[in-house]
């Protein structure tokens, strides 16, 4: 009888500690299914674009976890990052050889407003940190503001191509990246607006 609690008393040891790492990553593992799925649901029934709002927000599920707040910033910082990599690739463009004054006179443009967007992304992402000051609807308000501007800044350097005589492949290459940032920033503004 003594053997075979001292047998049971060796296989609890044993298995306690399987036990405990078993449920402690079953646990994570719902929790991460519970992050994904409250972004996936938010990015399909509020953001404008759900398969990029979900293709870029679903790998930061566990920072942003359940918070509407945290959602919203993660958003923008996406978009501030997509921002400054089209204002780099739309420079980069500036600098190649053989380009019309038509195009360089576009592509200044278009930097500007790159510039701006990502300006005004930055303001966005500093109003919503002032979220929890008395003056909370004044912030929200102007985030919403700024978030806006980004995508009248994206539409105005999209306009700036379509009224010059720019080649075909470099009014493609702009656009395409050009309107990636206004899905991220409509989708971040589209948060911003359901936040309360």
């Not at 359940?66 to 690739?89: Q, R, V, Y």
Request: charged fraction near 20%; aromatic fraction near 8%.
């Amino acid at each position: 009888m003594e053997r075979c609690s001292s047998n049971s008393r060796k296989l609890i040891k044993t298995l306690f500690p399987i036990l405990v790492l078993f449920t402690i990553s079953h646990t994570q593992a719902n929790s991460n299914s519970n992050y994904t799925n409250f972004i996936e649901s938010k990015c399909t029934l509020i953001s404008t674009f759900p398969p990029i709002c979900i293709k870029t927000l679903v790998p930061y599920a566990s920072s942003i976890q359940t918070n509407t707040i945290k959602l919203c910033d993660t958003a923008l910082d996406i978009a501030i990052d997509s921002a400054k990599n089209a204002s780099d690739m739309v420079s980069e463009l500036g600098k190649k050889k053989g380009i019309t004054k038509y195009e360089a006179a576009a592509i200044k443009d278009c930097i500007t407003d790159l510039k701006d967007a990502v300006y005004e992304l930055k303001e966005t992402l500093g109003a919503m940190n002032h979220l929890n000051d008395p003056d909370k609807e004044f912030q929200w308000d102007n985030a919403k503001t700024y978030a806006s501007a980004v995508i009248s800044d994206a539409n105005s350097c999209l306009d700036g191509l379509s009224d010059r005589k720019v080649n075909p492949v470099v009014k493609t290459k702009i656009s395409g990246t050009i309107s990636y940032v206004t899905k991220l920033a409509s989708n971040a503004l589209a948060f911003i607006n359901h936040l309360y």
